[in-house]
């Protein structure tokens, strides 16, 4: 191409060059027109984040000075170069919260400079909150959150469509705006706790919703707040449990044994029809479900009855049964497909046993009035926490807050969790209410049709 084409087709270049930065221009414009008020606030904090970038970084600390002379040491003029400064490349989106920063590491600018200067960047973005963690190697992600996710209320509108991942439990949104969600393929026992009215029930109502449409999974319930099953929280969900107890100590004693035998005949079973010892090595099935029992409001079941009359003696024989079945089906349930969700608004030792409660990996605290109620639900580590304290949620802004302890990790995880209606619980139930089957009966279905040699079951 010749000099003289080259300037002739200029005007077509910058043309071209400016159709794509209108359209460049335009697409942002729709997106920003299109997001919601608190996205739009964010992408106007983004351009801030990355128009002060240059100025900002090494003010905070984060940039370095090559001094290495480059390759021509004396310019023409007969100056040396000056040291360069270098700052780490960033790249930064926005969502709802505030704004996600992906930083590229420099040499002594890295993941504890960052974090050392994290209180700096959240002042100078304006941002509640600003946490860095290592991303790919050599990068890191800086999330700034603009408005705490934490009392923003958020809700969830179940679909009703059989999960992709039955054994995930979505919990919420972390204080970072990022999503939480325990896996309960390896979690045989979940401990809810806290005030009454701070969304206990509304999250194990989203676990049902979410889980219900698949007929891999079976529930069954023991409420000590009511007598019957069509009263109180499960009274629409009632219809979805294959069995359910109300605040009979008896009646829930014939549910616990009912359930333990099922665990002994699973685990009779499990190699000859299963042809594994873990269920989770195959996963669960619509003949081999995962079978979740709630117990909400725990201490019903198992309070310390104390009494020297017949009667007294009598419930504290079946308190004392009661804790030690559940134990049971904690401890040794979890690789025949057993799950346990212990719910409790009492804030005593014996409204979750701490022999139950310290074998359950996932337990979560809404609001506590006390230290020491918070110890009973989340154990003493909380004491070391006291940002995660539940004590501090008692706050009406933090209905649906959660602090999470998760064994095998430090620390704990607040967590906003959405609000499900009562009315879309009580639709997901009854559009799933055919799938209910007795996780007993399909066991003992497959013994008597299905292959492999019999089984002893228990009686
Ligand atoms: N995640 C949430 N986000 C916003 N509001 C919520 C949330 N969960 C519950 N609420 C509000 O709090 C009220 C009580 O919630 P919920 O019944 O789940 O509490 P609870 O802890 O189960 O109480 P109880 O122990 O008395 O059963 C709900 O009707 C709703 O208005």
Redesign the pocket.
């Known amino acids: 191409m010749t000099l003289g084409e080259i300037i002739g087709s200029a005007p077509a270049l910058a043309g071209a060059a400016l159709a794509l930065t209108l359209g460049w221009a335009l697409w942002w414009l729709v997106r920003y027109i299109r997001a919601d008020t608190m996205t739009r606030a964010s992408i106007r904090q983004a351009i801030r984040v990355r128009r002060g970038w240059r100025r900002l970084a090494p003010m905070a600390g984060l940039s370095v000075t090559d001094k290495t002379p480059p390759a021509v040491i004396v310019a023409p003029d007969g100056k040396v170069p000056k040291p360069k400064v270098l700052i780490p490349k960033i790249k930064v989106t926005a969502d709802r919260y505030g704004v996600l920063v992906r930083a590229v590491c420099l040499p002594k600018v890295s993941l504890a400079e960052f974090q050392r200067a994290a209180p700096y960047l959240a002042d100078a973005w304006r941002c509640t909150r600003v946490s860095v963690l290592p991303d790919k190697p050599g990068q890191l992600v800086i999330r700034g959150v603009r408005v705490d996710p934490l009392v923003v209320?958020?809700e969830h509108t179940p679909t009703g469509r059989v999960p992709e991942e039955l054994a995930v439990w979505h919990l919420g949104l972390d204080e970072y705006a990022q999503p939480v969600s325990v896996s309960l393929s390896d979690v045989p026992g979940v401990t809810v706790a806290?005030l009454?009215?701070?969304?206990?029930?509304?999250l194990v109502n989203r676990l049902l919703c979410d889980t219900a449409p698949s007929a891999a999974i079976q529930y069954a319930v023991a409420d000590g707040?009511v007598t019957y099953s069509d009263e109180g929280?499960y009274a629409d969900l009632a219809q979805r449990a294959f069995a359910f107890v109300g605040d009979d100590l008896a009646e829930a004693n014939v549910l616990f044994k009912r359930l333990v035998r099922l665990r002994r005949d699973r685990s009779a079973s499990i190699r000859a029809l299963l042809g594994v010892k873990n269920m989770w090595h195959v996963g669960p099935s619509e003949t081999w479900p995962l079978t979740v029992l709630i117990v909400d409001e725990a201490h019903t079941y198992f309070r310390d009855y104390k009494g020297s009359d017949p009667q007294t003696k009598k419930l504290a024989a079946l308190a004392a049964e009661n804790a030690r079945l559940v134990e049971d089906l904690v401890k040794k349930g979890r690789s025949v497909g057993i799950l346990v969700i212990i719910a409790t608004?009492k804030a005593t030792g014996d409204a979750i046993p701490t022999f139950i409660r310290d074998v359950c990996p996932v337990g979560l605290s809404?609001a506590q009035k006390t230290a020491e109620a918070a110890v009973v639900a989340l154990g003493e580590d909380i004491r070391n926490w006291p940002d995660a304290n539940p004590t501090a949620l008692q706050d009406p802004a933090y209905?649906?807050v959660a602090s999470m302890a998760h064994q095998g990790r430090p620390g704990f995880t607040r967590i906003r969790?959405?609000?499900v209606a009562d009315d879309d619980a009580a639709r997901i139930a009854t559009a799933t209410a055919h799938l209910t089957r007795d996780p007993a009966d399909l066991l003992n279905d497959q013994l008597t049709n299905g292959p492999g040699a019999p089984v002893l079951l228990t009686k």
Do not use: E, I
């Open positions: 209320r958020t806290g009454p009215g701070f969304g206990k029930t509304s707040k929280d608004q809404f209905v649906g969790t959405p609000y």
